[in-house]
């Protein structure tokens, strides 16, 4: 049988199911078009897809494969293909995928493997076959489960090399050389870190995860949130090390492994998720000046514009950052929670569709989770707890390195300060908090 092994969110030869389907084969990876060409040149997740390609190909080189490189649409590609018996990939959930994927199937047989996440979709569902809307009754049957589940690595088959042109890049039928330059982006300051070398460094210090993680000045997070969105580590890998652990408390970073799964598993059964309010007519008030003030880390508010530089310059935000932001964009300044999915879509390294929409309506009140509507974060409160001496704060925020960490925590002083390259708060919490449970109250429907 020839098959073609359509490398995704997957880009690893160490334990993937793609490579335990045997035959002759044809290794692929598309650089897809339709979603490069709406991203800027400066797009940093397409500098490490790219250098995770590079890698992969190189790895397959030295298990006697090679890596068959395309930038285009999918569905024009695959109708390139002749004398292929069906294609093997990971599935997806979001709508893009799902379509474009169907597209595929029609030109191919499609064998869809299930890689990204722990779970299949229908593999956690109620008695009656409907799928569990809360996450505590998930979790529970999920980890049960998840007890008897097959964890162990996947073999590499045997396989025959497709006799093809691997090199370079193949644009519009033409072959130009493996460089970001040639599919319209530029390199940016991108760092390889092995996600093995990330988990063993995790594992030394996981006792501290459940009480630390959240605190910004400390190093208590697996940093494997980029590599388990494009796949640089298997999920089964990450699993069986936390199992292989004698006496440390592995639970709380198996439930947030788990928490992942379960907003992906409500993507795929309720796809209008990813960009429709699942209840309440909270749709926010669209005001540019806020939306810039906050795309341009100008709010005034430290632990804010502090989470906003550190994703614009690196592509990432500490997680409990991301809900103080999340909360202040949709509580605070009263704005759409589909403009803040947008601009995290656009700028986070580690971007997973069902993971940041449903993020943002937790924050919104309009998601599926029981969160009350009327939970709005105090943004100084959350920097005063978790960012005690602000260290975090000035780290991305250097104008305020002569503030003794009291006053950048103070909103009082903030409103009546005069910094040098600083703006004062561009809202008062108090009041923006009574304004949007008033706006919430009217909507709650």
Not at 47 to 58: A, P
Not at 378 to 394: G, H, M, R, T
Request: net charge neutral.
């Amino acid at each position: 049988m020839r098959r073609i092994l359509w490398f995704r969110r997957d880009l690893r030869v160490e334990d993937n199911p793609l490579l335990s389907f045997g035959g002759e084969v044809l290794p692929i990876f598309i650089f897809d078009e339709n979603i490069l060409k709406e991203l800027p040149r400066s797009d940093k997740r397409v500098g490490f897809i790219f250098l995770h390609v590079e890698k992969l190909k190189v790895d397959l080189q030295k298990i006697g494969l090679d890596l068959k490189i395309f930038y285009g649409k999918p569905e024009e590609i695959f109708e390139s293909f002749k004398g292929f018996d069906e294609v093997v990939a990971s599935g997806d959930y979001d709508a893009y995928a799902k379509e474009r994927d169907t597209k595929i199937s029609h030109i191919m047989h499609f064998r869809y493997l299930s890689d990204t996440y722990i779970f299949k979709p229908k593999d956690v569902l109620k008695e009656n076959k409907e799928p569990y809307l809360v996450f505590t009754p998930f979790y529970k049957k999920a980890r049960a489960i998840l007890s008897g589940k097959n964890i162990d690595e996947v073999k590499i088959a045997e396989h025959i090399l497709v006799q093809e042109d691997y090199e370079g890049i193949q644009i519009k039928g033409k072959i130009v050389a493996l460089t970001l330059d040639n599919l319209g982006f530029m390199q940016e300051n991108i760092k390889i870190v092995s996600p093995h070398t990330k988990l063993e460094a995790f594992l030394e210090k996981i006792d501290a995860y459940q009480e630390k993680r959240d605190y910004l000045s400390v190093d208590a997070t697996s940093a494997l949130s980029v590599d388990l969105r494009f796949g640089t580590i298997s999920m089964r890998a990450v699993l069986r090390a936390l199992f292989s652990l004698k006496g440390a408390d592995v639970e709380p970073f198996i439930r947030q492994l788990i928490f992942r799964d379960f907003y992906a598993y409500l993507l795929f059964h309720i796809p209008t998720l990813q960009f429709q309010n699942y209840k309440h007519n909270f749709n926010g008030v669209e005001d540019e000046a806020k939306f810039r003030a906050f795309c341009e880390a100008k709010t005034g508010v430290p632990i804010v514009d502090a989470g906003i530089i550190e994703l614009l310059q690196t592509g990432q935000m500490h997680n409990r950052v991301r809900m103080a932001v999340a909360s202040f964009f949709t509580k605070d300044l009263l704005l759409p929670w589909q403009l803040g999915e947008r601009f995290f879509a656009l700028h986070l390294l580690d971007y997973d569709l069902a993971s940041n929409a449903l993020s943002w309506q937790w924050s919104a009140g309009t998601g599926v989770d029981p969160q009350p509507y009327f939970r709005i974060f105090n943004p100084y409160l959350q920097s005063k707890k978790f960012d005690k001496e602000a260290v975090y704060i000035k780290r991305w925020l250097p104008q305020l390195n002569d503030l003794k960490p009291k006053n950048i925590h103070d909103e009082q002083f903030l409103l009546n300060a005069t910094i040098k390259n600083y703006p004062r708060p561009v809202i008062v919490h108090k009041e923006a908090k009574d304004r949007a449970l008033n706006y919430y109250k009217k909507n709650a429907v």
